[in-house]
């Protein structure tokens, strides 16, 4: 793996005041709020003067007074949920630096759509699919992919709407599910193998996690509530997993994300990886990936939360 760089500010202080920005209005409030609890903790525990701020609004409400210097955005969702786009748009219009990616990978990143279309111009491998649009033939795709298949929502999160597909009768009802969600919906082989995900802390890749749940696939439960998935990392040894950072290094960078975040990827019993998403603001709860994956290379938890606030930073800014 390539070293980590040190950490480019000593002074706490040169963040100046830190808008911690959290909870919103999307369904990952929840899950918002408690890793924003976290790295509120953290930077303070630093000497940062971090405040909490709950949701867009109250956010825009604080900068009109000038209350802030920038922001750690650690909002979940779409739907100007902070995750999409929209609030990065919003702080670059009021010049006010913010962690992670910006307008674009923000906006990319959550469409797995125009995501993989990306990819898979530069000869990344991802998944084969077919974009379900309003009464597309679903039978026809399934034949085309050749079953099993999985449908999900193209602008989802937390495995919300998607569903596994083994056969033709079940695919009407996995539809009908991924409709439920705003936005399109695509179709895509499913990968029978070893599911991962990589995370990324500025130019570099965080070793793999091998992510193991003890029911059939990574769902909402295994994500959120069962205390029985495993999670391996690094999850491949030597040269396959030196391929696996690379790819999802090279898939973080190709969506025009930056700063920090997290790649889902699927490998197959071939050894073949599949570049499924990528996660632009990633959870930082006690059960999160990305702060495993940091803390296998010796990045604790306040450390990597001063790393993601440096993400913030302007290149120039952090030149001795
Ligand atoms: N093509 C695929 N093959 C196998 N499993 C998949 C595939 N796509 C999704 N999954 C499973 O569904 C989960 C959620 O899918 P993902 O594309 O990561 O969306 P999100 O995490 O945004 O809901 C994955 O973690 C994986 O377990
Ligand atoms: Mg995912």
Redesign the pocket.
Not at 156 to 162: F, K, P
Not at 188 to 192: G, L
């Given at each position: 793996m390539t070293p980590i760089p040190a950490p480019r500010i000593n002074d706490a202080r040169a963040f100046g005041r830190v808008a911690v920005l959290m909870g919103g209005t999307s369904a990952e409030r929840e899950v918002s709020l408690n890793s924003g609890a976290n790295v509120l903790e953290a930077l303070r525990a630093r000497g940062v003067d971090a405040h909490a701020v709950d949701g867009i609004p109250a956010l825009i409400e604080a900068l009109r007074g000038k209350q802030f210097d920038r922001v750690f955005n650690i909002l979940h969702g779409n739907k100007g949920g902070g995750e999409d786009g929209v609030l990065q748009g919003l702080l670059e219009a009021l010049q006010v630096p913010y962690t992670g990616s910006g307008v674009l990978g923000s906006a990319l990143g959550m469409d797995?759509i125009r995501t993989k279309q990306v990819w898979l111009s530069l000869g990344l491998p991802t998944?084969r699919?077919v974009r379900l649009a309003p009464g597309a033939d679903v039978q026809a795709a399934a034949m085309a992919l050749g079953l099993p298949?999985?449908v999900?929502?193209s602008c989802?999160?937390?495995?919300?709407?998607?569903s596994?597909v083994f056969s033709q009768g079940d695919l009407a009802a996995a539809v009908e599910l991924a409709a439920r969600y705003p936005g399109e919906l695509l179709m895509?082989?499913?990968?029978?193998g070893g599911?991962y995900?990589v995370g990324i802390l500025g130019d570099v890749a965080l070793p793999s996690i091998r992510?193991v749940?003890a029911g059939e696939?990574?769902?909402y439960h295994a994500?959120y509530v069962a205390e029985d998935t495993q999670y391996v990392c690094p999850g491949l040894d030597g040269e396959a997993e030196a391929q696996m950072q690379a790819q999802a290094l090279a898939g973080f960078r190709a969506a025009g994300c930056t700063g920090w975040g997290r790649v889902?990827v699927?490998r197959d019993r071939e050894g073949n990886n599949?570049l499924?998403?990528v996660?632009t603001a990633p959870g930082m709860t006690s059960h999160s990936l990305v702060p495993k994956a940091a803390g296998q290379v010796g990045i604790g938890f306040e450390d990597l939360c001063w790393r993601v606030l440096e993400t913030s930073l302007a290149q120039e800014d952090a030149r001795p």
């Open positions: 797995k998944p699919y298949v999985i999900k929502p989802q999160g937390s495995s919300v709407g998607v596994r895509e082989q499913m990968i029978v599911e995900t992510i749940p696939y990574y769902d994500k889902d699927m599949y499924l998403e996660n």
